[in-house]
C-alpha cells in the first residue's frame, strides 16, 4: 500500500506541475550545472579536440562558466594553432579560430607570424564576395589587432568595405551569403553584423553615419520578425530553404545576439530596440534548459555572455528558489534578482503587486507589498504569506523597481513577471460515512477514519445502494476540491470499477445504485475491495485509503450479458521464474541373456586367436630388424605406435566415446606418421644398396 501511494502522488504532482508549465516558465540564470554540462560535453579526445572551432567553442564556455580548464588543452591547442598560422595553404575559417583560441590561451608567438597573417587577411578582404569571406578575414584582422601591439593596422578602404558587406542585405534585414545566391537568411544577418563591427573597429576615419543609420534600421526591421512564445521568450527562426544551410532557432538566435551586441558596442547613439524583446531574448536562451549538445551549450552561454554586459539593455532576471511554499512549515516567500549570468542586478525593489488564483481573472487577493532585502545573501523575501492565501495553485505578479534613474535604459526588466506558484497544507478530512441504503430515505450509517487503518466490511445486493460521503476543508476553514476525488471496486477476479466522487461545498458525496450498475458490474457477483483516492498536487495529506469490502449479491446473467474484458497477465507470472522441467527419458530396450552375449563375444575372438596362432607356426622374421641404434629406435617406436593403435580399439569398445577417440588417434597417427617414414626410409635406403653392391 505505501509503494501504491508514493507512485500516486508522484504522478499527481508531476502532471499538475507540468500542466502549469505550459502557461508560464521559471527562468533561472546560469548556475553550477551549467558548469557540470560543459565537463561533461567538452571532453578532449588525447588531450585535444578534433578541429580549432571545437577547441575555441570549448574554452569560451570554459572561460565565461569560470572554469580553469586551459591547462588541460593548453598544449596541444598551441601546436595547432602554431602550425595553422605558420601554414600559407591554411583555410580561412582555421585562421580565424587559430586565432580565437590563441585570444583565449596565449601562444607564444613571433612578430613576425601576426604580420605575415594581417597581410593574407587584408588582401583577402580586399577581393571578398562572399559574406563569410568577409565574416573570417575581417573577424581575423580585429583579433590580430587584439593581440599584438599594432595600433596602426586598418583597412585601407574602410568604408568600401562597409558599403561591399551592406550591399549583401535585404529590406526585410536578412542578409544573403552572396549575390548570387537571392536567398536570404537570419543567421546571416548576425554574421554581417559582426563583421560591420568589425569594420568600424578597424576605419582609421568615422564611417559614414549614413551606412550606420540604414543598418541600424536593418536591424529594427529584422526584431519585427521575431517570434515570441506564451511565456515572453522571444526567439529568431531561420526561414532559408537551402537544408544545407538551415539554422535552428538556438544557433538563429546565438547569431543575431552575437552581432548585435557586437555593432552595437563600436558604434554611437541608441539602437531604439525595446528592452522587452531584449530581456525575451535572454528567457528563450535561459529556457532551453542546459542542452547537451557541446555546439547548443557554447551558443547558449556564449550568447549569454555577450548580453551579460551589452550597451543596448542589460537583461534582469528574477528567480524563485522555491515554487512550492508549504503553510505547515510556514515557508517565506524568496525571491532573487540576477543577471543571466548569474551577477548581482544593481539597487532596486522588487514589489508583490499581485496574487492571483490560477485560472482566473478575478481581481487580486492582496494589496500591493514591498519585500524585503538581505544584502547578505541578496535574496528579497516575504517572511508570511497574507492570510488571504490559502493552499492552491496562485500566480505571483512582481515588479522590479530600479533605485538609480540612470539605470532605466541600461537595464531590462521587463515590467511584471508573473510566476506559477504551489501553496501546499494539510487538508482536513472530516464527517466520513459509508453505508448500505434500503431506499433514498437512508438507513444507519457507518463512520470511518478516512486517515486511519481502520477498515468496514459491509454486504448488498441488486436493489440497494452504497453512499460514501466526507468533507473536506483547508487550515483557514474554506472547502477544498481536490484534483482527484475517486470510489474504485475492485472484484476478486481483478476487474476495476472507479467513479468519480461529486462535490458541493466542502461536502463530498457518492451514491452507487447497483440496480442500474449491474451491467457495468457484469452481473458479477462476490467480494469487491472499496478503495478511496483523494490526492492534489497542493493536498500535503494527500491519501489513497482501503476503507474495506463489499459482498455484493447480483443477479444471474442473461444469455447475451456483456462478458468483463480479459484481464492483464500477471506480471510475475509472465517474467518470473518458471516451473522446473523434469525430462523422462525413454525406457531401455530388452537385452539379450548374458550367456548368449558372451557365447557371441568368443566367437568374435575366436579369428584372432586363429591369427596369433598362425604366426607362431609360421615364425618370426627379425632378419631385416636395423641393427644401428638410431633406425632400431624408430623400429620399435612405430611398432609400439601400432600396439597402441590396436589398443585405442579397446578403448572404444569399451569405455571411449568416437570423439575422444578421434582426438587420440589424430595425436597418434601423426607420431606414427613421423616414425614409420623414418624406418621405411631406413630399409628403402639398405635395399638400394644391396641391389648396387
Known amino acids: 500500500m505505501a509503494g501504491s501511494l508514493e507512485g500516486f502522488l508522484v504522478l499527481i504532482v508531476a502532471a499538475l506541475i507540468c500542466s502549469s508549465s505550459f502557461a508560464s516558465s521559471i527562468f533561472q540564470p546560469i548556475s553550477d550545472s551549467h558548469r557540470s554540462a560543459a565537463l561533461e560535453v567538452f571532453t578532449p579526445r588525447d588531450g585535444s579536440f578534433f578541429s580549432l572551432e571545437e577547441t575555441y567553442e570549448a574554452l569560451r564556455t570554459f572561460e565565461v562558466l569560470g572554469i580553469d580548464k586551459k591547462s588541460d588543452i593548453n598544449t596541444a591547442a598551441c601546436q595547432s594553432v602554431l602550425e595553422i598560422l605558420g601554414s600559407p595553404s591554411s583555410a580561412l575559417k582555421d585562421l580565424f579560430y587559430a586565432l580565437k583560441v590563441n585570444g583565449i590561451v596565449k601562444c607564444d608567438i613571433e612578430?613576425?607570424?601576426?604580420?605575415?597573417?594581417?597581410?593574407?587577411?587584408?588582401?583577402?578582404?580586399?577581393?571578398?564576395?562572399?559574406l563569410l569571406d568577409f565574416y573570417y578575414s575581417v573577424g581575423g584582422l580585429v583579433l590580430v589587432k587584439d593581440q599584438t601591439s599594432k595600433d596602426d593596422l586598418y583597412l585601407a578602404d574602410a568604408e568600401g568595405v562597409f558599403g561591399s558587406i551592406k550591399a549583401l542585405s535585404q529590406s526585410d534585414g536578412r542578409w544573403r551569403y552572396n549575390s548570387n545566391n537571392p536567398e536570404s537568411s537570419t543567421f546571416a544577418a548576425g554574421l554581417a553584423l559582426e563583421a560591420l563591427s568589425g569594420v568600424v573597429s578597424l576605419s582609421s576615419s568615422e564611417i559614414d553615419q549614413s551606412l550606420i543609420g540604414t543598418t541600424k534600421n536593418d536591424i529594427l526591421k529584422l526584431f519585427d520578425s521575431?517570434?515570441?512564445?506564451?511565456?515572453?521568450?522571444?526567439?529568431?527562426?531561420?526561414?532559408l530553404v537551402d537544408a544545407h544551410e538551415h539554422q535552428g532557432p538556438l544557433s538563429t538566435t546565438s547569431s543575431v545576439v552575437r552581432g548585435l551586441t557586437a555593432f552595437a558596442a563600436v558604434t554611437s547613439g541608441s539602437l531604439n530596440l525595446p528592452s522587452g524583446k531584449v530581456l525575451g531574448l535572454a528567457r528563450f536562451l535561459l529556457g532551453i534548459g542546459i542542452p547537451g549538445d557541446a555546439?547548443?551549450?557554447?551558443?547558449?552561454?556564449?550568447?549569454?555572455?555577450?548580453?551579460?554586459?551589452?550597451?543596448?539593455?542589460?537583461?534582469?532576471?528574477?528567480?524563485?528558489?522555491?515554487?512550492?511554499?508549504?503553510l505547515t512549515k510556514k515557508d517565506a516567500l524568496k525571491v532573487k534578482v540576477n543577471t543571466v549570468l548569474g551577477s548581482n542586478a544593481p539597487p532596486l525593489t522588487v514589489k508583490l503587486v499581485g496574487v492571483f488564483r490560477s485560472g482566473s481573472k478575478d481581481t487580486s487577493l492582496i494589496e500591493g507589498q514591498e519585500l524585503k532585502f538581505n544584502p547578505e545573501s541578496a535574496v528579497y523575501a516575504l517572511d508570511a504569506l497574507p492570510k488571504s492565501i490559502d493552499v492552491g495553485k496562485y500566480t505571483f505578479v512582481f515588479e522590479m523597481v530600479l533605485h538609480?534613474?540612470?539605470?532605466?535604459?541600461?537595464?531590462?526588466?521587463?515590467?511584471q513577471t508573473r510566476i506559477p506558484?504551489?501553496?501546499?497544507?494539510?487538508?482536513?478530512v472530516d464527517s466520513a460515512e459509508i453505508s448500505v441504503l434500503d431506499s433514498d430515505l437512508g438507513s444507519t450509517e457507518t463512520k470511518i477514519d478516512l486517515t486511519g487503518e481502520n477498515t468496514v466490511s459491509l454486504s448488498a445486493n441488486h436493489l440497494q445502494k452504497l453512499r460514501l460521503s466526507f468533507q473536506l476543508s483547508t487550515s483557514h476553514g474554506h472547502a477544498f476540491k481536490p484534483h482527484q476525488a475517486i470510489l474504485k471496486l475492485t472484484h476478486e477476479n481483478k476487474v476495476e470499477h472507479s467513479f468519480v466522487v461529486g462535490s458541493s461545498g466542502k461536502q463530498f458525496e457518492i451514491n452507487l445504485d447497483f440496480l442500474g450498475l449491474v451491467e457495468k458490474f457484469f452481473y458479477l457477483s462476490g467480494k469487491y475491495n472499496v478503495q478511496l483516492t483523494v490526492g492534489d498536487a497542493v493536498m500535503e495529506n494527500s491519501f489513497l485509503k482501503a476503507i474495506g469490502h463489499l459482498d455484493l449479491d447480483l443477479p444471474e446473467?442473461?444469455?447475451?450479458?456483456?462478458?468483463?474484458?480479459?484481464?492483464?497477465?500477471?506480471?510475475?507470472?509472465?517474467?518470473?521464474?518458471k516451473a522446473e522441467i523434469t525430462h523422462i527419458f525413454r525406457a531401455p530396450e530388452k537385452l539379450p541373456p548374458k550367456e548368449l552375449s558372451h557365447a557371441f563375444l568368443g566367437l568374435t575372438l575366436f579369428p584372432l586367436l586363429g591369427f596369433l596362432v598362425g604366426l607362431l607356426r609360421l615364425g618370426v622374421n627379425l632378419k631385416n630388424f636395423p641393427s644401428s641404434s638410431v633406425p632400431a629406435m624408430f623400429a620399435v617406436l612405430f611398432h609400439l605406435g601400432i600396439a597402441a593403435v590396436l589398443l585405442l580399439y579397446a578403448l572404444f569398445w569399451l569405455k571411449w566415446d568416437l570423439f575422444t577417440t578421434l582426438k587420440a588417434?589424430?595425436?597418434?597417427?601423426?607420431?606414427?606418421?613421423?616414425?614409420?617414414?623414418?624406418?621405411?626410409?631406413?630399409?628403402?635406403s639398405i635395399s638400394s644398396k644391396l641391389k648396387s653392391a
Do not use: C, W
Open 226 to 239: 521575431i517570434e515570441k512564445y506564451d511565456d515572453g521568450a522571444f526567439y529568431f527562426d531561420e526561414k
Open 665 to 684: 588417434l589424430g595425436f597418434l597417427g601423426a607420431f606414427l606418421m613421423f616414425v614409420g617414414h623414418r624406418i621405411l626410409s631406413h630399409l628403402a
Open 295 to 326: 555546439k547548443d551549450l557554447f551558443n547558449q552561454i556564449d550568447s549569454l555572455a555577450s548580453l551579460e554586459s551589452n550597451s543596448v539593455s542589460i537583461p534582469l532576471i528574477l528567480s524563485l528558489p522555491a515554487t512550492v511554499l508549504s
Open 557 to 577: 446473467p442473461p444469455e447475451k450479458a456483456l462478458q468483463p474484458p480479459p484481464q492483464p497477465l500477471d506480471q510475475n507470472f509472465r517474467y518470473g521464474p
Open 421 to 428: 506558484i504551489f501553496v501546499t497544507g494539510v487538508v482536513k
Open 111 to 130: 612578430k613576425d607570424v601576426f604580420e605575415v597573417v594581417a597581410s593574407r587577411l587584408q588582401a583577402t578582404v580586399s577581393g571578398a564576395g562572399a
Open 404 to 415: 538609480d534613474p540612470d539605470h532605466l535604459n541600461l537595464y531590462a526588466t521587463g515590467g
